[in-house]
């Protein structure tokens, strides 16, 4: 009997056009002979199942929808909301006070790994490498001298809680550095300011795999513009190599410290991290747990370096979520 599926995308962040574009990618690359997939539109203004042309309202009572007179529920949700709500836990919560198995990691862990701020203070704690930090929220007083004599220049100015580079800025003059501070606010009300690491960038996928803990083949990031903002990341104007062009040395610390923040942060299902090499040595710069699944996605491109295409990689997450008791 095949399995129910919702595949649950959009979301209320600024990232629910990509969120949308990597649900549709779940969704036409799920066997149809294993699973009865359908999209679904997690919106502000609505939750609806999506098929073809008709919208079916989702039932919040139990997430179910009714379909030509009969009662459809879902035996799992597949998780590729980016931020809001899906990426920091919100509609986890719900689903697991409902019962409802999903690809993602627990609700807390994907709060916690949503924050970046918390996360870099749980990975210090194990010694794990991060730039030098200075936090603001919304209404404290900006000084930029004790800032800056903290971070140094140039730095880096990102919300919190945000995702796929929105509202970031690199700050290479000290009077750049209030204008930054607002456009991150835009997103967020909480930011982090970081110290700029000079170094090669990688970004190391990491997934459950057949019950295992697997460490995808890193991928070298080449931004065209300063940083790998959003038009490096989707818009084409970056380099990603897969496998890095990174020595054995470096391959072998980068998977060991990857690992190590995935246990850590008791993570299940998929994340995608990036590093910075000083020297032979990585340093953590964030973790993304709904990462991108589009086309151009990086993790997607790692796991094929892997040898595990796009079926397999959504068909284990799924089976992987229903074995959870």
Known sequence: MKRKIAIIMGGYSSEVEISLMSGNVVYEHLPKERFSAYKVHILKEKWVVVIGTNEYLINKHDFSFNLNGNHITFDCVFNAIHGHPGEDGTILAYFDLLGLKHTSAPFYQMALTFNKRDTLSVVKE???????????????????????AKVGLPCFVKPNNAGSSFGISKVTEKEKLVEAIDVAFAEDDEIL???????????????????????????????????FDYEAKYLGKSQEITPARISDTQL???????????KILHLTGFSRAEYIFI???????????????TNESLLP?????????????????????????
Do not use: M, R, W
């Open 126 to 148: 194990h010694g794990i490498k991060v730039a030098t930090s200075f936090y603001i929220d919304k209404g404290d007083p900006i000084n930029p001298d004790a800032i800056l």
């Open 193 to 227: 300011i970081e110290s700029f690491l000079d170094g090669i960038e990688v970004s190391v996928g990491v997934i459950e795999y057949d019950g295992k803990t697997n460490v995808l083949p890193a991928t070298e990031i080449v931004s065209e513009n300063d940083f």
């Open 252 to 262: 072998k610390n980068v998977n060991k410290v990857a690992e190590k923040v995935y």
């Open 279 to 293: 020297d032979d040595e990585p340093y953590f710069l964030e973790i993304n747990t709904v990462p991108g699944l």
């Open 301 to 325: 491109q790692q796991a094929e370096k892997a040898d595990i295409c796009l079926e397999d990689l959504f068909s284990n997450a799924i089976e992987q979520a229903l074995k959870t008791t």
